[in-house]
């Protein structure tokens, strides 16, 4: 990790990591970047990107339960509610009985009015306004460990099972005719996310953190020629806007998480034009 500062103090050469929560801010990055990197090669896939913009949006609700119900850990209601979101959500979707992108807009439109409607109640909900677009700056040690563990939880999962995932995301009939679970898999998948996407949201912001899951993986698809460069582009891209994105806000004196969404689309429009896909 010592490394890693030198290299970055050489390319700005000030203070900035210094801090202690610069530090722990860019340890965080270090964890969240190549795990959202990761989760969006199979989401970019399954065509989930919709799926996760509206888990990100339903923590709204899942807060103003927690509120209702006097939790006093609202972390807990909005990750126990996104769980149950997500597993309803993807049991419909699975139905097909109309079209994927239309249901989960639906519940994703449904859900934030909710949660806006009843953390509004008395003009309070300016106290829950730092959620839309985060702070990674304020992030403590204890949830650095946290992070770590979910790290590690996600690439145990990702071992074995992603050839499984892959599968189903090619063709769910052949996935079948192999003995996979699909329905277990597919539920396994979605509950990730949503814990993934809640546990982050403190940092990332309800409303960008989708497109720090998409923006990476899009952008890799764009170049790679097989699954393994598919996956490593998408976390390079994705640690690399991280980064960047963590040390031009504070020399900007911008928010984090919009900051490492600009970069992140600057490569994807990079990208695009790589590939020829524009033209």
Do not use: Q
């Given at each position: 990790?010592?490394?890693?500062?030198?290299?970055?103090?050489?390319?700005?050469?000030?203070?900035?990591?210094?801090?202690?929560?610069?530090?722990?801010?860019?340890?965080?990055?270090?964890i969240i970047?190549?795990?959202?990197?990761?989760?969006?090669?199979?989401?970019?896939?399954?065509?989930?990107?919709?799926?996760?913009?509206?888990?990100?949006?339903?923590?709204?609700?899942?807060?103003?339960?927690?509120?209702?119900?006097?939790?006093?850990?609202?972390?807990?209601?909005?990750?126990?509610?996104?769980?149950?979101?997500?597993?309803?959500?993807?049991?419909?979707?699975?139905?097909?009985?109309?079209?994927?992108?239309?249901?989960?807009?639906?519940?994703?439109?449904?859900?934030?009015?909710?949660?806006?409607?009843?953390?509004?109640?008395?003009?309070?909900?300016?106290?829950?306004?730092?959620?839309?677009?985060?702070?990674?700056?304020?992030?403590?040690?204890?949830?650095?460990?946290?992070?770590?563990?979910?790290?590690?939880?996600?690439?145990?999962?990702?071992?074995?099972?992603?050839?499984?995932?892959?599968?189903?995301?090619?063709?769910?009939?052949?996935?079948?005719?192999?003995?996979?679970?699909?329905?277990?898999?597919?539920?396994?998948?979605?509950?990730?996310?949503?814990?993934?996407?809640?546990?982050?949201?403190?940092?990332?912001?309800?409303?960008i953190i989708?497109?720090?899951?998409?923006?990476?993986?899009?952008?890799?698809?764009?170049?790679?020629s097989n699954?393994?460069?598919?996956?490593?582009?998408?976390?390079?891209?994705?640690?690399?806007?991280?980064?960047?994105?963590?040390?031009?806000?504070?020399?900007?004196?911008?928010?984090?998480?919009?900051?490492?969404?600009?970069?992140?689309?600057?490569?994807?429009?990079?990208?695009?034009?790589?590939?020829?896909?524009?033209?």
């Amino acid at each position: 990790m010592n490394e890693i500062y030198e290299i970055l103090e050489n390319i700005f050469p000030y203070t900035w990591i210094e801090y202690d929560f610069m530090k722990n801010a860019l340890i965080a990055v270090l964890i969240i970047t190549p795990l959202f990197g990761i989760l969006g090669t199979m989401i970019v896939n399954n065509r989930l990107a919709f799926f996760s913009e509206a888990l990100g949006h339903s923590a709204l609700t899942g807060i103003a339960i927690g509120v209702i119900l006097g939790i006093f850990d609202t972390n807990l209601s909005m990750i126990i509610f996104a769980i149950i979101f997500a597993l309803f959500l993807n049991k419909i979707r699975r139905k097909k009985a109309i079209a994927t992108d239309t249901i989960i807009s639906v519940f994703s439109s449904f859900s934030s009015a909710i949660g806006l409607v009843i953390l509004s109640r008395g003009g309070n909900f300016s106290k829950y306004s730092s959620l839309l677009v985060g702070d990674i700056l304020s992030i403590t040690n204890l949830e650095i460990l946290y992070l770590v563990i979910i790290f590690i939880v996600t690439l145990t999962f990702w071992c074995l099972c992603f050839n499984k995932l892959h599968a189903i995301s090619v063709n769910e009939a052949l996935a079948r005719s192999k003995n996979i679970h699909v329905n277990l898999i597919d539920n396994i998948f979605v509950i990730l996310i949503a814990f993934i996407v809640m546990f982050s949201i403190k940092w990332v912001g309800i409303l960008i953190i989708n497109a720090l899951l998409i923006l990476p993986a899009a952008s890799s698809r764009n170049l790679a020629s097989n699954m393994r460069e598919y996956h490593l582009f998408s976390v390079l891209i994705s640690l690399f806007s991280g980064i960047l994105g963590l040390i031009l806000s504070y020399y900007n004196n911008t928010a984090t998480g919009p900051t490492i969404v600009i970069i992140a689309s600057i490569f994807f429009f990079i990208t695009l034009g790589i590939s020829g896909k524009v033209k």
